[in-house]
């Protein structure tokens, strides 16, 4: 599923402030915009007109007769019906204590009077995207409630069986291979309870504090960080980090090698010398701190993404195997998509003593399943970490040959015994303890190879095993 965020130019705004000049001001240039404004002058029918029809963000004045900006936002956080709705004060009051006030009541934005037209409009814009985020993420957490309860389901009838004995191994490797996911989403989801609580809500005040060439630069670091496209080997980052930390060291850049470390993470690989002058301003630290904390964000919602497909693969290879029908139809897509999304599922078990070698030839997109082939690849990635005890080398390359696509994955593991070769696409048959393997992972991924009229094949010899997946191109 794709992360795709609502127009939020259709967005339903509540605008409250007692000058009709505001007012006016606030509705026409909303309006031009494209958002849905509903002004109202006073406290108490903000309230009323919020619990009637939950606006999607309140634009809100402090100083009000009757009912100020303070005990409006309270009460709306005080109702089940109005409590998540971003408020943004808009006053001319420029206290410290009364902006820490407009916080605590549970506002999460202030700005001041006179206003810029663009940083109001700005300011929405973000507030409504950062909502909309935290509503795909708990639509992605349902998904895996979902998901769970189903795997649930099938676990249930699959034990009812003739197969019990095996089918109980079978859920000892689901419980195991559920983890990674719930695992990852977890600990992505306290990145961002912890980016939430730390830093968004001090964004706004610290973005002011920054000078023009902070913000520059702070920017820069986020395009660069959000917009690499090539993926490296850990051995390849190793020589980046190096490199970084020799160039910011030729600059006396103070503590280098956290920097280049930092930079790596980020995915900020070469190219640097523009980016040293940051390195010598006075807020450099807050500037490059806040503008990783940002990526770390994006790439955990973007981990929940994956977590939550994983799930949702595990369930359908036991829908698979249980014969449930699939009404899936063929798309045209790229194999490499499907192999990196694994890829990076597993990041954590590659990182630590994996070294991943990709040969990838230029392949054509091919009429398939990709969420079935993303099974396969998950299995054949997964079995050749397990075979290696995670450190070792893998080696996944990828060639057109005639009409068809060759798909290979070697690990240098200890290997396959040539009397075990011919039994292991059998279903139920495992080399593994219990709780690690279920013994139908390749009977799987055979299924599903031809399903796309393919083939799969294995060679083995010590230090070097190799599973071949021919698919023909359409």
């Known amino acids: 599923m794709n992360l795709t965020?609502?127009?939020?130019?259709?967005?339903?705004?509540?605008?409250?402030?007692?000058?009709?000049?505001?007012?006016r001001l606030l509705a026409g240039i909303l309006s031009e915009k494209g958002y849905l404004v509903r002004p109202v002058p006073n406290g108490k029918l903000a309230v009323s007109a919020a619990q009637k029809m939950p606006p999607d963000l309140v634009l809100l004045d402090i100083m009000m007769p009757e009912m100020d900006g303070y005990e409006v936002c309270q009460?709306?956080?005080?109702?089940?019906?109005?409590?998540?709705?971003?408020?943004i004060f808009i006053s001319a009051i420029n206290?410290?204590?009364?902006?820490?006030?407009?916080?605590?009541?549970?506002g999460v934005d202030?700005?001041?009077?006179?206003?810029?037209?663009?940083?109001?409009?700005?300011r929405i814009e973000t507030h409504l995207k950062i909502c909309s985020l935290q509503q795909i993420l708990q639509e992605k957490n349902q998904d895996l409630a979902t998901a769970i309860h189903e795997l649930q389901a099938t676990q249930e009838q699959l034990i009812q069986s003739e197969k019990m004995a095996a089918l109980g191994q079978l859920i000892a490797g689901i419980a195991h291979e559920i983890n990674t996911p719930l695992g990852i989403i977890g600990s992505s989801i306290d990145n961002i309870t912890n980016f939430w609580d730390e830093n968004l809500l001090k964004m706004p005040e610290l973005f002011q504090e920054f000078s023009e060439e902070s913000q520059a630069y702070f920017l820069n670091l986020l395009y660069r960080a959000t917009h690499q496209e090539k993926s490296f080997t850990s051995k390849e980052k190793r020589k980046f980090k190096q490199k970084l930390i020799g160039c910011l060291a030729a600059e006396s850049v103070k503590d280098p090698e956290q920097i280049a470390d930092t930079l790596v993470d980020m995915e900020i690989y070469e190219d640097i010398e523009h980016l040293l002058p940051l390195f010598k301003l006075p807020d450099w630290e807050v500037v490059f701190n806040t503008a990783y904390q940002f990526v770390s964000f994006k790439k955990s919602i973007s981990l929940i993404q994956r977590a939550t497909a994983k799930s949702g693969k595990i369930v359908f290879?036991?829908?698979?195997?249980?014969?449930f029908d699939s009404k899936q139809e063929k798309v045209l897509a790229n194999l490499h998509d499907g192999i990196e999304t694994v890829l990076t599922l597993y990041q954590n078990q590659l990182k630590y003593g994996i070294e991943v070698v990709k040969d990838y030839g230029n392949l054509p997109k091919i009429v398939c399943y990709p969420d079935d082939l993303n099974q396969v690849w998950t299995n054949l990635i997964h079995n050749a970490l397990q075979a290696m005890d995670y450190k070792g080398v893998l080696t996944i390359?990828?060639?057109?040959?005639d009409k068809n696509i060759l798909l290979k994955f070697t690990d240098s593991g200890k290997g396959i015994p040539p009397e075990v070769i011919p039994k292991i696409f059998q279903p139920f048959f495992t080399t593994k303890s219990a709780g690690e393997g279920s013994g139908l992972g390749l009977d799987i991924v055979t299924k599903i190879v031809k399903k796309h009229e393919g083939t799969i094949d294995v060679e083995s010899v010590p230090g070097h095993t190799t599973f071949t997946v021919s698919l023909p191109i359409y």
Do not use: C, R
């Open 5 to 23: 965020l609502p127009n939020t130019n259709k967005a339903n705004i509540l605008v409250v402030d007692d000058t009709p000049e505001n007012l």
């Open 75 to 87: 009460q709306l956080k005080d109702s089940e019906i109005t409590k998540d709705i971003p408020v």
């Open 95 to 106: 206290d410290v204590m009364d902006k820490v006030k407009a916080f605590e009541v549970g």
């Open 110 to 122: 202030f700005i001041t009077k006179p206003f810029q037209v663009e940083e109001v409009l700005a």
């Open 317 to 323: 290879a036991l829908k698979t195997y249980a014969h």
């Open 397 to 401: 390359e990828t060639q057109k040959q």
